[in-house]
């Protein structure tokens, strides 16, 4: 069609693909809120007034949950039975490694008791406290022993005290007897003397010899059996009363030694507590064997 005044209007733009454009991109953008609101907003659609009702929990669950509850607690009672009975197990365990520990302990100190005991005797010195240590732990099982340790203890007799003894009593014991027909006898007998070769000589000089060697060594016993065979062990009864007591008392003393070692001697009584002095207000500042 033409124009009739000859003019032409030019064409009108469309305003339709902007307000579009818009409307797409705000629906976008709310699309987008809400998404974000609803991961984190727990409970969104729940404050949102929603009608549906929530489902309800089926009984089978609930009726399991006792069942399951009445499980745990009885593997949890196992569990602790077993471990009470391992608790006990190893308190009964401790209580006899605590026993067998003060047994060797009590051991430890009897033998220890008997060896200074021993010390003592062999340097000819008192016992002191070690007299009370050897009753209390000997006394009432070896009673005798014990006497015989501290009376040896009171009056101390040493290897050396024998040897010099038995060099003083040297003229006593080889004297011979004083009558002349005695004496013409003794002299007779030793003008000629047979014995065999693996036999030790008779002659008093040889005993004395040998008794002294014995003594050397340590073989008061010994010792005394030759000296006993000697024509004066008569006069000299106090040197074989003392080789005696040395005897004994070491014999008593095997005895105290071997009862420590294996346990058969008394536990010794518990000592009373020693009551603690009140504090002061004020303290001031200040052997012959013949």
Do not use: C
């Not at 196992?78 to 605590?98: F, Y």
């Not at 294996?262 to 207000?281: C, I, L, M």
């Amino acid at each position: 069609m033409s124009d009739p005044l000859g003019t032409t209007r030019p064409p009108m733009r469309s305003r339709i693909g902007p307000a579009l454009a818009i409307a797409i991109l705000a629906f976008l953008v709310g699309l987008g809120l809400m998404a974000y609101a609803v991961r984190n907003t727990p409970g969104f659609f729940a404050r949102g007034g929603s009608s549906t009702p929530a489902a309800k929990p089926t009984a089978a669950p609930a009726a399991a949950a006792p069942a399951a509850d009445t499980a745990t607690l009885a593997l949890r009672e196992a569990t602790l039975a077993a471990q009470l009975a391992n608790l006990e197990a190893r308190a009964a365990r401790t209580d006899s490694d605590t026993a067998e520990a003060a047994v060797n302990a009590g051991k430890a100190e009897a033998i220890f008791v008997t060896f200074a005991a021993r010390r003592a005797l062999d340097r000819g010195a008192g016992l002191g406290y070690l007299e009370n240590e050897l009753r209390r732990r000997f006394g009432a099982t070896l009673p005798a022993q014990v006497g015989t340790v501290i009376r040896a203890a009171r009056q101390p007799v040493t290897l050396e005290d024998l040897r010099e003894s038995l060099n003083v009593a040297t003229p006593m014991l080889l004297a011979r007897p004083s009558d002349w027909w005695s004496g013409i006898g003794s002299e007779l007998r030793n003008l000629v003397v047979i014995h065999r070769a693996d036999t030790p000589s008779p002659l008093p000089s040889d005993r004395l010899a040998r008794a002294r060697r014995q003594l050397d060594n340590g073989n008061v016993e010994t010792a005394l059996a030759e000296v006993e065979r000697l024509p004066g062990a008569a006069d000299a009864a106090n040197w074989t009363a003392a080789a005696r007591r040395w005897i004994d008392a070491r014999a008593a003393l095997d005895t105290l030694e071997t009862a420590a070692i294996t346990g058969a001697f008394a536990p010794p009584p518990a000592r009373p507590a020693e009551p603690q002095p009140a504090p002061s207000p004020s303290a001031s500042a200040d052997g012959s064997l013949f």
